[in-house]
């Protein structure tokens, strides 16, 4: 398990690297967001020159905004599990960036970024308060079935 004790807020407040819309909680329980990464996003300037892909840390970045926005606080990732980079993130692709809480323990969410269908993206995170302080759950739980989908993603990667 790889402890990640840095905040991602700092960083996203003083660079607009990607839009976020529609940010909607499904009645599953899941945060839903579509996102778009421009070709001028900071994040692509060196990674690479001629082939820009779209670093590891900013895809788990935009999964911890979207529970951010979802919750309408500042939390921190505390751990991240399990994490899974499949496919590449290129300029202009369209995201859909989808989290949701999981029962066995507070403050973990499962999280996976799709292009289209495909599965680009996914893991585990823990997330804490600024004060460190574990994130109690607001959102429902999501059912057996979707859960189990989740476990699905997480364990085919």
């Not at 407040?13 to 990607?18: D, G, L, P, S, T």
């Not at 994040?43 to 820009?52: A, K, L, N, Q, T």
């Not at 900013?58 to 994490?83: E, H, K, P, Y």
């Not at 899974?84 to 993130?89: L, P």
Request: glycine share 8%.
């Amino acid at each position: 398990m790889l402890e990640y004790p840095v905040t991602f807020s700092f960083i996203w407040r003083i660079m607009q690297w990607y839009s976020i819309k529609n940010v909607r909680q499904s009645d599953l329980g899941e945060i839903v967001a579509d996102i778009r990464v421009p070709p001028d996003s900071p994040w692509f300037s060196g990674h690479f020159p001629g082939e820009p892909i779209l670093p590891g840390i900013a895809q788990l970045g935009m999964a911890l905004d979207a529970i951010n926005q979802s919750c309408g606080q500042n939390l921190r990732v505390s751990s991240i599990n399990r994490v899974r980079f499949k496919h590449i993130i290129r300029p202009n692709d369209c995201l859909k960036v989808v989290t949701a809480p999981l029962k066995r323990g507070e403050g973990l969410y499962s999280f996976r970024i799709m292009i289209e269908d495909k599965l680009v993206c996914s893991g585990i995170m823990a997330l804490k308060t600024s004060a460190g302080k574990i994130m109690k759950k607001r959102q429902p739980h999501i059912g057996a079935t979707e859960k189990e989908e989740v476990k699905k993603d997480v364990d085919r990667n």
